[in-house]
């Protein structure tokens, strides 16, 4: 019923329960899980992972935190492990992180293209991290995405308006558990304005813990939470975002 489009299973907060874990997402209601990476080491792992569980995918690529030192063997890699593996779909989580600047913004620039580029020629949909980089994000994915290539705006923070303009472009985006906060009239916003045929469910796990868990470690099984705000919201049922979300993911990630 459930497709959590973006958590991090291999992330060390799950190495005491990782296997007991997801063995349990399935009676929880949750069908798919697609698990990007954020590194070389984490691109790897992704795969390992989604390759020992049927219901798991994964995605491959460096997060903007991580591409000071990459280099142009690690996008060969990032190739290799994308077309040498079934479970892999999509290229990511890239994109640029101007709130911890922790690698230099040129750096970030680069190596989202050069990824958006992999992902273009591979005819991969690719996964977006954007915090506090709103504008040179948009222009970015304006600018080099292939009109076949699938897009989307992992845990969206920007503006209903710019959801919009990225659904223009063909860019779904991904609700996570922040909608929940109390406080969080944009993304709320962005709910009510986008349209469900757009818009995918995911927790970022183990990170941003919805309501009513936030503090605790996330888990794919707290999706659910993103699907009853949303409903409540839209004014529709449980089950229509569901189901429509998971459609979508399903869709975009050319799963059958």
Not at 80 to 95: Q, T
Request: charged letters at 30%; one cysteine or more.
């Amino acid at each position: 019923m459930l497709f959590d489009s973006h958590a991090h299973l291999n992330d060390e907060r799950f190495d005491e329960d990782r296997d007991e874990l997801i063995k349990s997402l399935r009676e929880k209601d949750v069908d798919l899980v697609v698990n990007p990476g954020a590194d070389m080491e984490t691109s790897r792992s992704a795969v390992e992972l989604s390759n020992k569980y049927d219901f798991i995918y994964s995605a491959v690529g460096v997060h903007p935190h991580d591409v000071s030192n990459m280099t142009e063997s690690d996008l060969e890699e990032l190739k290799i492990l994308a077309k040498s593996n079934d479970k892999v779909v999509a290229i990511g989580e890239i994109g640029l992180d101007y709130y911890y600047d922790l690698s230099p913004r040129d750096k970030q620039k680069y190596w989202f293209i050069k990824q958006i580029e992999l992902a273009n020629e591979l005819n991969l949909p690719f996964i977006v991290h954007d915090r506090d980089a709103h504008g040179d994000t948009f222009d970015i994915i304006k600018k080099y995405k292939a009109p076949h290539t699938g897009c989307v705006l992992h845990s969206f923070s920007a503006s209903a308006e710019m959801a919009k303009e990225y659904i223009k472009l063909g860019c779904h985006i991904s609700i996570p558990g922040t909608v929940t906060f109390k406080n969080n009239k944009k993304t709320v916003n962005v709910v009510k304005e986008t349209p469900l045929e757009w818009m995918f469910i995911e927790t970022d796990s183990p990170y941003m813990t919805p309501v009513p868990y936030r503090g605790k470690r996330n888990d794919p099984s707290m999706v659910k939470y993103v699907a009853q705000k949303i409903a409540l919201e839209k004014g529709i049922s449980y089950e229509e975002v569901c189901n429509a979300t998971k459609e979508n993911a399903k869709r975009f990630f050319g799963i059958r």
